[in-house]
């Protein structure tokens, strides 16, 4: 019989279990959809035309987010990059 | 003249004495209080102005109260607590010192009624802020305290000559509504433009902040551009230059935060785009905007300095701020993840946290305006807020990755600050009111309508889910351990351009004079005057030689001379010569005068 102590796997936190993780997605997706169906009910006092465009504010967020990801990654970064030891030199 | 209160600020200042001998828990009483006893002296003070002192046929105004200074002095008084209360435990006089003296020079400058008050004050704020970042003792801190010194003594100048030309301008040296038109408007404008970091002229503070001491750096995050916010909104409301530079202020930041790796430099960039809003709002000039300056930098000074306060203590109890670094931190460090996130939904502008209340006020103002490109670009900035403050900075420091650093939770009176901070962040999102009742103008902006929750709830949760889904597709950029160059390349790799080229020239220069006058000439003086006759003899015989062409006669004549010089049997002494050519020189130099 083996009597060697075996560490077992430490154990995740609640936070980060793969089943919180899961109910938090889907919690996420059900709060993006009752936030687009409230728009319908929700009344705005629009200044601008497009403000009143369904979803408008939910697309602007979401193609700004990426524009500014992907601008900042591939069109921003490979020009001002430098190794960490650029100044010392 | 109020006999029963101090100048605004002067308690503070005066405070840094005892603070900096003080030592224990005498010290840590002495640092709350004063900010508390500072705040209910300015309280004290009616309207109007107090403090008059003569000053060449002028009047220096050393407390001009109303509803515009007022409210920054009280913002400034609860941060001033917030910050020495986070920083209870930091035992060096510097520190607690020029904490002190910087938050009273900045209640100072709001107050100051006079262009020469403020100026003093404004180069107080200057030299005690640089203590805050050189006191980290760092050779990186060190040099960046000097660019910091640097760039603010400049535009001190700048400002100098602006205040004396506007001076004799005007006649007078009060300080109100300047508005752009003459040269010296422009000078001070622009002496106030590099406090806010305008753009181009912002590379100073990504550069400094984030080598400041970890308590350093909350105190900074609030006064110098708060301070500058406040006198533009004082002498240039309305001013249009100032709607284009907010908005570029707004949006060129964020790109730059997307791929910043040290954290805290993420929060310097936030930093930039939060005060873009503010000079967006000073630019439009109207009621409505200017209240959205003000109650937005209200809220900003809360949440940026929570935010501030939760990466200094990461930073205090790993040694790390790098997002390479951290990750995974929320196990060790809960009750500072949890208050970085009510930092980060503030300054996102969620529902319910404070950003929400004063930025909207801003974006109605400029709707309102039909600035239709200025509110596109602050709708795209405020998406992008929540990218690099809302979520990199949490997730970055608390979840990500592991970085298997298992610490203790930050010291008790940093748990404290940074959770009176985040009450407020709350306190003012759900009941704005009380910010509204302090503003310059009365207002009736209600941000809590149906529309206006699910709109802005809409942005910020739609873009999160672009996270998301980036996170998960793998398509998110990675943090990379590098640094990204700015515009203080210039100033980094100028300095050093312009040593290498004083180095080449100036001192290749010195050297050839050295070589010069120091050794050959001197060297042929002294052979000269050892044997002059014979040397003037030589110099005639050598002309004679060119003249005549005879070297052989030339020759038998020199070792005659000669001869005759070291036997002394010249026939005429070197005495006498040197007599002659001091006598001939001094003709010379009588008849030139």
Same mark, same amino acid.
């Given at each position: 019989?083996?009597?060697?102590?075996?560490?077992?796997?430490?154990?995740?936190?609640?936070?980060?279990?793969?089943?919180?993780?899961?109910?938090?997605?889907?919690? #996420?997706?059900?709060?993006?959809?009752?936030?687009?169906?409230?728009?319908?009910?929700?009344?705005?006092?629009?200044? #601008?035309?497009?403000?009143?465009?369904?979803?408008?504010?939910?697309? #602007?967020? #979401?193609?700004?987010?990426?524009?500014?990801?992907?601008?900042?990654?591939?069109?921003?970064?490979?020009?001002?990059?430098?190794?960490?030891?650029?100044?010392?030199? | 003249?109020? /006999?029963?209160?101090?100048?605004?600020?002067?308690?503070?200042?005066? /405070?840094?004495?005892?603070?900096?001998?003080?030592?224990?828990?005498?010290?840590?009483?002495?640092?709350?209080?004063?900010?508390?006893?500072?705040?209910?002296?300015?309280?004290? %003070?009616?309207?109007?102005?107090?403090?008059?002192?003569?000053?060449?046929?002028?009047?220096?105004?050393?407390?001009?109260?109303?509803?515009?200074?007022?409210?920054?002095?009280?913002?400034?008084?609860?941060?001033?607590?917030?910050?020495?209360?986070?920083?209870?435990?930091?035992?060096?006089?510097?520190?607690?010192?020029?904490?002190?003296?910087?938050?009273?020079?900045?209640?100072?400058?709001?107050?100051?009624?006079?262009?020469?008050?403020?100026?003093?004050?404004?180069?107080?704020?200057?030299?005690?802020?640089?203590?805050?970042?050189?006191?980290?003792?760092?050779?990186?801190?060190?040099?960046?305290?000097?660019?910091?010194?640097?760039?603010?003594?400049? !535009?001190?100048?700048?400002?100098?000559?602006?205040?004396?030309?506007?001076?004799?301008?005007?006649?007078?040296?009060?300080?109100?509504?300047?508005?752009?038109?003459? $040269?010296?408007?422009?000078?001070?404008?622009?002496?106030?433009?590099?406090?806010?970091?305008?753009?181009?002229?912002?590379?100073? @503070?990504?550069?400094?902040?984030?080598?400041?001491?970890?308590?350093? =750096?909350?105190?900074? !995050?609030?006064?110098?551009?708060?301070?500058?916010?406040?006198?533009?909104?004082?002498?240039?409301?309305?001013?249009?230059?100032?709607?284009?530079?907010? /908005? /570029?202020?707004?949006?060129?930041?964020?790109?730059?935060?997307?791929?910043?790796?040290?954290?805290?430099?993420?929060?310097?960039?936030?930093?930039?785009?939060?005060?873009?809003?503010?000079?967006?709002?000073?630019?439009?000039?109207?009621? %409505?905007?200017?209240?959205?300056?003000?109650?937005?930098?209200?809220?900003?000074? %809360?949440?940026?300095?929570?935010?501030?306060?939760?990466?200094?203590?990461? %930073?205090?109890?790993?040694?790390?701020?790098?997002?390479?670094?951290?990750?995974?931190?929320?196990?060790?460090?809960?009750?500072?993840?949890?208050?970085?996130?009510?930092?980060?939904?503030?300054?996102?502008?969620?529902?319910?946290?404070?950003?929400?209340?004063?930025?909207?006020?801003?974006?109605?103002?400029?709707?309102?305006?039909?600035?239709?490109?200025?509110?596109?670009?602050? $709708?795209?900035?405020?998406?992008?807020?929540?990218?690099?403050?809302?979520?990199?900075?949490?997730?970055?420091?608390?979840? *990500?990755?592991? !970085?298997?650093?298992?610490?203790?939770?930050?010291?008790?009176? &940093?748990? +404290?600050? &940074?959770?009176?901070?985040?009450?407020?962040?709350?306190?003012?999102?759900?009941?704005?009111?009380?910010?509204? *009742?302090?503003?310059?103008?009365?207002?009736?902006?209600?941000?809590?309508?149906?529309?206006?929750?699910?709109?802005? =709830?809409?942005?910020?949760?739609?873009?999160?889910?672009?996270?998301?889904?980036?996170? +998960?597709?793998?398509?998110?950029?990675?943090?990379?351990?590098?640094?990204?160059?700015?515009?203080?390349?210039?100033?980094?790799?100028?300095?050093?351009?312009?040593?290498?080229?004083?180095?080449?020239?100036?001192?290749?220069?010195?050297?050839? =004079?050295?070589?010069?006058?120091?050794?050959?000439?001197?060297?042929?003086? =002294?052979?000269?005057?050892?044997?002059?006759?014979?040397?003037?003899?030589?110099?005639?015989?050598?002309?004679?030689?060119? $003249?005549?062409?005879?070297?052989?006669?030339?020759?038998?004549?020199?070792?005659?001379?000669?001869?005759?010089?070291?036997?002394?049997?010249?026939?005429?002494?070197?005495?006498?010569?040197?007599?002659? +050519?001091? @006598?001939?020189?001094?003709?010379?130099?009588? +008849?030139?005068?």
């Amino acid at each position: 019989m083996n009597h060697n102590p075996v560490n077992p796997e430490p154990k995740r936190p609640p936070l980060i279990r793969q089943r919180t993780l899961k109910a938090m997605m889907a919690a #996420f997706a059900a709060v993006l959809g009752a936030l687009l169906l409230a728009e319908g009910w929700a009344h705005r006092h629009v200044i #601008f035309p497009w403000e009143e465009w369904y979803g408008f504010y939910a697309a #602007f967020g #979401f193609v700004a987010y990426v524009i500014l990801v992907f601008v900042a990654q591939y069109v921003l970064r490979p020009i001002v990059i430098r190794d960490e030891g650029y100044y010392d030199r | 003249m109020t /006999a029963d209160a101090f100048p605004p600020g002067l308690i503070l200042i005066l /405070a840094a004495v005892p603070a900096a001998l003080l030592r224990g828990r005498l010290r840590q009483a002495w640092m709350l209080l004063v900010p508390a006893l500072s705040l209910c002296n300015m309280l004290a %003070l009616p309207d109007g102005n107090h403090f008059l002192l003569p000053f060449f046929r002028q009047e220096l105004v050393l407390a001009r109260v109303d509803r515009l200074s007022v409210v920054f002095g009280i913002i400034f008084h609860i941060i001033a607590f917030i910050a020495n209360l986070y920083a209870l435990k930091v035992e060096d006089r510097f520190q607690n010192a020029a904490g002190l003296v910087y938050a009273g020079a900045a209640v100072g400058a709001v107050f100051a009624g006079d262009l020469f008050t403020l100026f003093v004050f404004w180069e107080m704020m200057t030299l005690s802020a640089t203590f805050l970042i050189m006191a980290r003792r760092t050779e990186k801190s060190m040099a960046a305290g000097f660019r910091y010194f640097m760039v603010h003594v400049v !535009s001190g100048l700048c400002l100098l000559g602006g205040i004396l030309l506007q001076v004799n301008d005007t006649g007078t040296v009060a300080f109100g509504y300047i508005g752009l038109g003459t $040269l010296s408007s422009w000078l001070i404008f622009i002496g106030f433009g590099v406090n806010s970091a305008w753009p181009l002229l912002h590379f100073w @503070l990504p550069d400094a902040y984030p080598e400041a001491t970890v308590t350093g =750096a909350v105190f900074l !995050s609030a006064f110098t551009t708060k301070t500058a916010v406040y006198v533009l909104a004082r002498a240039y409301p309305g001013t249009e230059a100032l709607i284009w530079i907010g /908005a /570029a202020m707004t949006v060129f930041p964020i790109f730059f935060a997307v791929i910043e790796n040290n954290l805290r430099r993420v929060l310097s960039y936030s930093l930039i785009n939060q005060v873009g809003f503010m000079m967006v709002g000073i630019g439009i000039g109207t009621q %409505l905007s200017l209240n959205g300056t003000v109650s937005h930098a209200f809220s900003h000074i %809360l949440y940026k300095a929570l935010l501030f306060m939760s990466m200094g203590a990461v %930073l205090h109890q790993t040694g790390k701020i790098n997002a390479t670094d951290v990750g995974g931190l929320f196990r060790s460090m809960p009750w500072t993840c949890a208050f970085c996130i009510v930092g980060a939904a503030s300054i996102s502008a969620f529902p319910l946290f404070s950003g929400f209340v004063s930025k909207s006020m801003v974006m109605e103002a400029a709707a309102l305006g039909d600035l239709r490109l200025v509110w596109f670009l602050m $709708l795209f900035a405020s998406a992008g807020v929540l990218h690099h403050a809302g979520i990199k900075i949490p997730f970055s420091a608390f979840f *990500s990755h592991d !970085s298997g650093i298992r610490c203790k939770e930050a010291p008790l009176p &940093m748990l +404290l600050a &940074m959770g009176l901070a985040a009450a407020l962040c709350i306190g003012i999102g759900v009941f704005p009111q009380p910010l509204y *009742s302090l503003l310059p103008y009365p207002t009736d902006f209600q941000p809590y309508t149906a529309g206006h929750v699910v709109s802005q =709830a809409q942005l910020l949760l739609f873009a999160a889910l672009a996270f998301a889904l980036m996170l +998960l597709s793998g398509t998110h950029p990675p943090e990379i351990r590098a640094i990204n160059l700015d515009v203080d390349v210039l100033t980094r790799m100028g300095g050093r351009a312009f040593y290498r080229l004083a180095d080449r020239t100036l001192n290749a220069l010195n050297d050839w =004079a050295d070589e010069a006058v120091s050794h050959r000439l001197t060297r042929r003086i =002294a052979l000269f005057f050892r044997m002059p006759a014979c040397n003037v003899q030589r110099l005639g015989f050598r002309a004679l030689a060119l $003249l005549c062409g005879n070297h052989a006669w030339m020759k038998e004549k020199m070792s005659l001379s000669e001869a005759r010089c070291e036997t002394g049997a010249h026939p005429v002494g070197d005495g006498v010569l040197r007599a002659v +050519l001091f @006598l001939t020189v001094l003709t010379i130099l009588v +008849l030139i005068w």
